[in-house]
């Protein structure tokens, strides 16, 4: 199947299991990004902004990450970006339970196809949604777990959520290494000198 195809056939086009979320959404925000990547990057449910232009982590959390990223050496391009539950919540209030089970299949589904080295679960939802107990994300930022998320065993890190930072400046450095760190185990990383990233010269 090519690319085109399977990114097509991954995207949820009607659903209605969650009353609350039909109402309060304009569309449905599928994944972006390669479906044969290795890095893919979990969220919580699209905010206002990704409600609006489709496309998960666009907002200020999205310039966060994309920053991030681009430190590591990595275009978002290279990666896929996606969300536990794909409408937005009312009034940006987390997922309930039994919202997130609901949209657990499309999820699961999404990481069978892909199969990637790693997934990258940004914030306490998500981390706590695909490891199936509570996750302290300030103390186990930048962790790596054994996960499994329907019948695909993936290898998990929980990292901070990018909004984390905007809160909290003096979380930015621990979100960008673990941004780093995602990179280096997904073996995406092609830094030889050591430094952790792009090339720096343009700091000179
Ligand atoms: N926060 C999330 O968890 N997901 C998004 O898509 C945007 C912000």
Wanted: aromatic content about 4%; some cysteine.
């Amino acid at each position: 199947m090519s690319e085109q195809s399977l990114d097509a056939d991954l995207c949820v086009r009607e659903c209605e299991r969650c009353p609350a979320l039909v109402d309060s959404r304009s569309r449905i925000v599928n994944g972006v990004g390669p479906t044969d990547a290795d890095l893919v990057f979990v969220g919580e449910a699209p905010g206002a902004n990704e409600d609006e232009q489709g496309e998960p982590f666009v907002g200020r959390s999205g310039t966060v990450l994309d920053d991030a990223l681009r430190d590591a050496g990595l275009a978002r391009s290279d990666v896929r970006i996606t969300n536990c539950v794909k409408c937005r919540p009312p009034d940006n209030r987390d997922p309930h339970s039994e919202e997130l089970d609901n949209c657990r299949g499309y999820l699961a589904e999404e990481l069978d196809r892909i199969d990637p080295e790693l997934v990258v679960t940004l914030g306490k939802v998500p981390s706590q949604h695909l490891l199936g107990r509570s996750v302290a994300v300030t103390s186990e930022n930048g962790e790596v777990f054994d996960a499994r998320v329907g019948e695909t065993s993936v290898r998990l890190l929980v990292c901070l959520h990018p909004a984390a930072t905007l809160y909290d400046r003096s979380q930015a450095d621990a979100f960008e290494e673990t941004i780093r760190e995602a990179a280096r185990l997904a073996g995406l990383d092609d830094d030889e000198s050591g430094s952790g990233g792009q090339s720096r010269l343009g700091d000179y």
